[in-house]
């Protein structure tokens, strides 16, 4: 047995139907227009934080020689598709693949 909708639905149904479309767009328009402005600061935050975090390891008299944390991990240390060829994992051997089938 199946029930229909109960009170708090039927209501949220009724508020639904009675919203203005030009209320309706006004909202989506702030809406997309936070999400932009949050997209914006992460991507801020993405290209800043690395280079603040070595200025104030410069400041803090760390060695300015090394490399720096916004280079990022080098080749060899990565995993995935970013790593070296040689990083990739087991690789099959050259010769005797009859063995493992």
Not at 29 to 39: H, I, M, P, Y
Not at 42 to 55: A, E, S
Not at 89 to 100: A, H, T, V, Y
């Amino acid at each position: 047995m199946e029930e229909g909708p109960n009170n708090f639905e039927r209501l949220l149904e009724r508020q639904a139907e009675a919203i203005h479309p030009d209320v309706q767009e006004r909202t989506e328009q702030g809406l997309f227009k936070t999400f932009e402005s949050l997209r914006l600061v992460g991507q801020l935050l993405d290209v800043f934080v690395p280079k603040m975090v070595d200025v104030l390891v410069v400041a803090a008299g760390g060695d300015s020689s090394r490399k720096p944390v916004s280079a990022g991990l080098d080749a060899h240390a990565r995993k995935g598709p970013a790593a070296s060829p040689d990083n990739h994992g087991p690789s099959l051997p050259k010769e005797g693949l009859d063995e493992i089938r």
